[in-house]
């Protein structure tokens, strides 16, 4: 195992209110960011929210309508593609089909004219680099989806860009090959170090890759933090709703001061929120805590809660295998919340209508206002 | 029943398609002056007669000149029209596309008297190369059909990728994109050669004194014993006519499956 590189904290890229006209379509709404060198970051979003585009401003494929892009402290906007320090993971991989393995990956070569026993060197340890050691003489269009990923990659790291761009990379794999591949990736950025910008819809993708994530709604960064930051305080609805899953339950903000937040939260009570649990949220909507579903726990019958606890009753059993998800009603509440629990003794004993309580504690709460 | 009838219509109509197609060796072997049944014997005789015709090596040789000019001429403006209308947008470009392709639909005769017209305005002599300008105006939107199915299974992303690794536009070109679509160029060529190869029309108003092979045949017909050296002749043009356009498919078919597309057009 590669130990984690300690991310510097050098700039790589930096975004300065990018905006991006198509037509009279706004596709990126002032986007300012920066990416360190050696990150593994990544773009996260619904479908059409612009994260290709964003990715694109990087590689110079998009020109951008206005704001500045930087990459290692250059402005770009006058570089074409062939010239910037970067290279791309296509979603399709855009594998060269009517050339060898060896020939698309040493493509990029080309340019710098080295000696054939050079060149063949450098494309032997690009290829055993991603695990296709001894595939140099396949033709390309007869690789598997796996395969050409892999050679897409060899491709692009081959020329050691400063920043390597992955557009979906994994999403036209199955399941097991993603979570292999997800788990190579992140072998590789360690090893090459080299900065990685992942574009991706899948959440946990994000979550498992990412030394950090920017979270995109409609041309917007709506929050850019480390993975657990995104998932513990998610600073809006909007995030919260996309990463994973959030209860939420109306709430009503009673006083605040510097150190805590008074709030009448229905099913819990009054309970005091630390501020930095308190996450923004568009005026005008009311108020609401909102939970993750294993931050509670459904309690055995004559367990104590170490913190407090509350009645509820069971209105759905979900058996996932390893996992058991139930939706329950807190007391004093009007819709049900999804809680969940690992089975560590095999099949949960709780039934549909059961009257159980729940142990919470305040700092699992977060309060959306 | 239904399927019953529709074999009639089927075979019926394959019997007119190539009938007359399939009489043209019968009479091209056949040992007598008179087209006509019953046959009278095989020979290869009228084979060395077109041999030595005369008038007939003219013929060819300006046929092929004006084959190999219009088919290359027309396939270059095939690939720049291809290209612009799969990769750019500008505007108006339906509309322009479409009058690139309107000499397909228009009747021959109507652009051939036009073009006469037009080239005596402008007091230009008929010649070989006004045969050539008329038939590229003819191929030219094969080519472009042929070319646009080939252009257009090109994933996009490869000629980024092309960038991306430090090509220029035109390096990249040179390296990817046209060697993925070789294949629809080969058959462009080989299309617009087969047509420009047996057209009439246009050879016959446009080409002054300048005879083509199809011009030939038909101003050999006033002879009723040289009727059967054009079977011959006719024979060896529809042998290589079907040859051609066989390579041409064949080679626009490995082109889509090698870049990996969908087939969504060509004409055979
Ligand atoms: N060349 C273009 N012309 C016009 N609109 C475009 C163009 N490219 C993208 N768009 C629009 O910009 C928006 C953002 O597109 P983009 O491809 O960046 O989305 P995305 O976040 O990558 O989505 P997905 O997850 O579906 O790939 C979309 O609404 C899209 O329709
Ligand atoms: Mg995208």
Redesign the pocket.
């Known amino acids: 195992m590669i130990p984690k590189p300690a991310v510097s904290d050098q700039t790589m890229i930096e975004f300065k209110d990018v905006h991006k006209w ?1 037509g009279d ?1 706004h ?1 990126l709404r002032g986007i300012t960011a920066t990416i360190r060198a050696g990150e593994f970051f990544s773009l996260l ?1 619904p ?7 964003l990715l694109r401003t990087i590689a110079g494929f998009e020109g951008i309508s206005e704001g500045v892009v930087l990459i290692d402290g250059k402005d770009v906007a006058d570089v074409p593609a062939n010239k910037r320090p970067t290279n791309m993971v296509f979603q399709s991989y855009a594998i060269f089909p009517h050339l060898t393995v060896a020939q698309n990956v040493g493509f990029g070569l080309r340019k710098q004219r080295l000696a054939k026993a050079d060149l063949d060197a450098r494309v032997a340890e690009a290829l055993e680099m991603v695990g296709l050691k001894g595939y140099g003489a396949r033709a390309a269009h007869a690789l598997s989806g796996g395969q050409r990923q892999r050679v897409a990659l060899a491709r692009a790291l081959i020329l050691k860009p400063k920043v390597l761009l992955l557009d979906e990379p994994l999403s036209a794999l199955d399941k097991k090959m993603r979570e292999q591949m997800q788990v190579e990736l992140i072998k590789l950025q360690r090893q090459v170090g080299i900065t990685f910008i992942l ?1 991706t ?1 899948d959440q946990e993708e994000a979550l498992v890759m990412s030394d950090r994530i920017a979270v995109m709604f409609e041309g917007e960064i709506a929050q850019l933090s480390d993975a657990e930051t995104l998932y513990r305080r998610p600073n809006s609805r909007r995030v919260a709703d996309f990463i994973g899953t959030m209860n939420f339950l109306p709430a009503e903000v009673i006083s605040e001061t510097a150190g805590s937040i008074e709030v009448e939260a229905q099913g819990f009570g009054r309970i005091h929120v630390d501020p930095k649990q308190a996450a923004s949220e568009a005026p005008g909507k009311s108020a609401s805590i909102g939970f993750r579903p294993e931050t509670l726990t459904i309690l055995h019958e004559g367990q104590q809660a170490t913190d407090r606890e509350v009645g509820a009753t069971i209105e759905e059993v979900v058996y996932y295998g390893d996992m058991t998800y139930y939706d329950v009603k807190i007391d004093g509440t009007e819709k049900p919340v999804r809680l969940s629990m690992r089975n560590v003794f095999g099949r949960p004993v709780l039934d549909i209508g059961m009257r159980t309580r729940i142990a919470w504690s305040p700092g699992a709460l977060v309060l959306f206002r | 029943m239904r399927g019953g009838w529709f074999k009639v219509y089927a075979l019926a109509y394959l019997v007119f398609l190539y009938a007359p197609i399939v009489l043209l060796p019968m009479f091209a072997f056949n040992d007598a002056t008179v087209i006509a049944f019953p046959l009278n014997g095989f020979t290869t005789k009228w084979f060395s007669e077109m041999w030595v015709a005369p008038g007939l090596w003219p013929a060819l040789k300006n046929s092929l000149i004006i084959a190999v000019s219009s088919a290359v001429i027309a396939t270059a403006l095939g690939i720049f029209a291809a290209r612009a209308s799969t990769r750019y947008k500008f505007p108006g470009k339906a509309g322009i596309m479409g009058l690139i392709m309107l000499p397909l639909v228009l009747p021959e005769i109507i652009v051939a008297v036009s073009l006469l017209v037009v080239l005596l305005g402008i007091g230009m002599p008929l010649s070989i190369f006004t045969v050539i300008l008329g038939h590229v105006l003819m191929t030219t939107p094969f080519t472009i059909a042929i070319l646009t199915s080939a252009f257009q299974s090109l994933d996009r992303s490869l000629e980024e990728a092309a960038y991306d690794l430090g090509e220029t536009p035109i390096s990249a070109f040179r390296l990817v994109i046209l060697p993925l679509v070789m294949p629809g160029i080969i058959s462009s060529l080989l299309i617009s050669f087969t047509i420009s190869l047996d057209e009439f029309i246009i050879a016959f108003f446009l080409g002054g004194t300048q005879v083509t092979l199809p011009v030939y045949i038909f101003s050999q017909f006033r002879f009723p014993q040289s009727v059967p050296v054009i079977m011959a002749l006719g024979t060896i043009l529809v042998a290589l006519s079907i040859l051609l356009l066989s390579i041409a498919e064949y080679f626009r078919r490995r082109g889509i499956a090698k870049s990996g597309g969908k087939d969504t057009g060509g004409f055979l």
């Open positions: 198509y379509y596709a979003g479908s059409g929210c612009g994260k290709t585009t574009v819809h």
